[in-house]
């Protein structure tokens, strides 16, 4: 198989264009192309007046040693991208390992764990997807939170309620993104997230695939409990001996995943409790931005605007502000709303969430600051503390009743309240409430965001217009604690404790969560089955 990259076409090209266009790349007849797949494809916009599909296609040839040695441009030979097992666990298998939060991550060492004959039990403190897609809707139609069953915690995890954005910037040199993306469609995702450059997916057709992953793991043998929250992972000599429930069932067990999502503020202090290594870190705070999609694709996308190949048109921004901070969008969720994302009583939240039509009036994404642990002294969860003090402050600005403080863009740079909103409508529910955002984040955030805006108005015309909205406040781009792992994936100081995904530091997005769930789960068969070796002998 040969792979040929930067195939450039129009975008209006017709379907056998890109045919010929191998053809001509090979310089080949018809008859010696036996077949090929697209493996990616995107579009270059640079041009707004001539935007080009690119495409990288993976093509199966007569006499293709021949044609290698013409050392054509952008033709190579196609990786392999087949998924292997690193284990299959013995018939009889003494132990059972457990794997907590259901998440992309859980999900995708579960799933892996099963495929390799280790039948886990995992634990989810939240509810089954639709059940959890209802407790959401309760917040989101009528202020009422239930802080087990929310956006942030139950089956699917937090990425159940986003744009369902699958690409990613993490190195992955054995493929396992396209294994990611394989089991998706297995689930139910469309097959486009094979090729399309920047995939997504939306709630909901991610709540049928989670369900079918769900049928799929128990088929293999994997046991999964909802409304199962672990109170406490019992280690002795540094060793994980079982994992204790809320109603105070025990689990014996030597090796835990913990993929618990960077909301579970419960579980990492019961982590520190038990003296479990981990650090703070970087994460970042911000404000949700709404604009008018239009105003974002003619921007974007001049006269191709609306093109139903290139879909509602997204961005990605950065600024380096004067006061040293970095200005960035996050999360960017192109004809989609901004959704009330808290898990905790008092405290507002927000994320961004699009359907997989991306057909709603607005788009949005959060405009955030980057902080350090420099911002926040304190114990290694001081980092969390910060978090629920902006969220509390939000909440107060809100009015108490879960709305969203929100404020236009005109009157945020002009340093001056907010008494009524304009033509772009907030999607935020249960609602907003007009105010002044000035002490809705540190004053080095305000400063640094003032003057990022009119910067990113220069590169998107109308960013800055008087009229955007901003809501507060976002604070859970990503976890604020890190739980340091070894080489072999484990705790470096609590041996049957993996640290895995978002929650333990070392994911930000479903594919590279789902990612470090099948490495954790890698090592883990791999200990499993070793260890029932070494107890064979």
């Known amino acids: 198989m040969l792979r040929l990259t930067e195939i450039r076409l129009p975008l209006d090209h017709p379907a056998d264009e890109l045919r010929n266009a191998i053809l001509k790349r090979l310089g080949i007849a018809a008859a010696a192309l036996q077949g090929f797949t697209i493996f990616r494809r995107g579009y270059d916009a640079r041009k707004r007046n001539a935007i080009v599909l690119v495409y990288t296609v993976d093509a199966e040839v007569e006499n293709e040693g021949a044609l290698l040695k013409k050392n054509i441009p952008h033709v190579a030979i196609a990786p ?29 060492a579960g799933l892996l764990l099963a495929q390799m004959g280790c ?7 939240g509810k089954e997807v639709r059940e959890r897609t209802r407790d959401t809707w309760g917040l989101w139609r009528k202020g009422k939170l239930d802080p087990e069953s929310n956006v942030q915690f139950g089956e699917g995890g937090a990425g159940t309620f986003s744009d369902g954005k699958l690409h990613s910037q993490i190195k992955d040199p054995k493929f396992y993104g396209r294994k990611v993306l ?3 469609v297995k689930a139910g995702a469309p097959e486009e997230i094979m090729y399309v450059s920047k995939p997504h997916i939306g709630t909901f057709r991610l709540v049928g695939m989670v369900e079918e992953m769900r049928h799929e793991m128990e088929r293999l043998g994997a046991e999964i409990r909802f409304q199962s929250r672990v109170e406490d992972i019992e280690i002795d000599g540094g060793k994980v001996r079982g994992v204790v429930l809320a109603n105070g069932e025990r689990i014996a067990t030597s090796h835990v995943v913990l993929a618990v999502g960077h909301s579970a503020r419960d579980t990492f202090e019961m982590l520190h409790k038990r003296g479990v290594y981990m650090e703070a870190k970087p994460f970042s705070i911000g404000f949700r931005i709404e604009h008018p999609q239009s105003v974002i694709d003619r921007a974007r996308l ?3 605007a609306g093109n139903p190949v290139l879909g509602a048109a997204d961005y990605k921004l950065v600024h380096h502000a004067g006061n040293g901070r970095s200005v960035y969008s996050f999360c960017m ?36 600051v980057g902080i350090t642990p420099d911002d926040y002294p304190g114990d290694v969860l001081a980092g969390v503390e910060f978090q629920r003090k902006w969220e509390a402050r939000a909440f ?4 108490r009743s879960y709305h969203a403080p929100a404020q236009r863009v005109g009157d945020f740079l002009a340093g001056r309240s907010s008494t009524h909103l304009g033509e772009v409508l907030p999607s935020y ?18 400063a640094a965001i003032r003057e990022a805006l009119p910067a990113f108005d220069k590169q998107i015309k109308g960013f800055a217009m008087d009229d955007a909205v901003l809501t507060g406040v976002e604070t ?8 340091r792992r070894g080489e072999d994936f484990q705790s470096i100081n609590t041996r049957g404790l993996y640290p895995a995904g978002e929650g333990a530091g070392y994911a930000g997005g479903i594919l590279s969560a789902a990612v470090d769930g099948i490495e954790v789960a890698e090592a883990v068969a791999l200990a499993i089955t070793a260890q029932q070796v070494t107890q064979a002998t």
């Open 182 to 184: 394989t089991e998706f």
């Open 429 to 446: 529910t249960p609602g907003v409430t007009p105010t002044d955002l000035s002490t809705a984040l540190p004053d080095y955030a305000i």
């Open 80 to 108: 392999d991208m087949s998924y292997r097992y690193v284990a299959q666990a013995p018939q009889g298998l003494s132990e059972r390992p457990v794997v907590i939060g259901t998440g992309p991550c859980g999900i995708f």
């Open 302 to 304: 001049g006269p191709n």
């Open 333 to 368: 969720c192109p004809g989609g709303t901004v959704v009330a994302a808290t898990s905790e009583a008092g405290r507002v939240v927000t994320n961004g969430m699009s359907q997989y039509s991306r057909n709603e009036r607005n788009a949005n994404s959060g405009i955030v």
């Open 119 to 125: 039948r886990p039990i995992i634990l989810e403190r």
């Open 396 to 399: 107060e600005l809100g009015g």
């Open 476 to 483: 859970r781009t990503s976890s604020p604690v890190r739980i």
